[in-house]
C-alpha cells in the first residue's frame, strides 16, 4: 500500500512525499525526488548526504538511479537511507521500522528501491 504525503515543502523543487508500507509489515519506506537546478555529481550528492565524511559510502546501482546507502540504527530505530541521482532528479528515500525487526523485510524494500525507474515522458 502507499499513500502521498502533501503539504508544505522546503522547496518547490520538491515533490510529494510517498509512503510505501505492507499493511501486515513493520517499517515504512519514505521517498521523496527533487528535480535540482543542473546536473547532479557523485561529490555533490555525497555532500547531500548526513553520513560523517569519515564513513566510506559506496556508490551503487540501484534501478535507473545511482547512489548511495547507508544502514544505522538510533534509539530502538532502524534506518535504511539512500541518495540516489538519475542525472537532476535526486530520489531521498529512508526506510525505518523497530530495531529488533530489520532482517524481516529487507529484501522487499531492496526489491522496490531496485526497481525505481525513470519517467521517460
Do not use: C
Request: proline share 4%; no cysteine; glycine share 4%.
Amino acid at each position: 500500500m502507499h499513500n502521498l504525503e502533501k503539504g508544505p515543502q522546503a522547496h518547490n523543487a520538491m515533490a510529494n512525499l510517498v509512503n510505501i508500507y505492507n499493511p501486515n509489515g513493520i517499517g515504512i519506506l519514505k521517498m521523496q525526488p527533487y528535480s535540482a537546478p543542473d546536473f547532479v555529481s557523485r561529490e555533490i550528492l555525497r555532500n547531500l548526504t548526513n553520513v560523517d565524511l569519515s564513513t566510506p559510502l559506496i556508490w551503487q546501482d540501484w534501478g535507473d538511479y545511482s547512489g548511495y546507502q547507508y544502514d544505522y540504527s538510533e534509539g530502538d530505530t532502524f534506518y535504511r537511507q539512500w541518495w540516489l541521482v538519475n542525472e537532476r532528479t535526486i530520489m531521498l528515500i529512508v526506510y525505518d521500522s523497530d530495531t529488533e525487526s530489520t532482517d524481516i523485510e529487507n529484501d522487499e524494500i531492496n526489491k522496490i528501491v531496485n526497481s525505481i525507474t525513470v519517467n521517460k515522458r
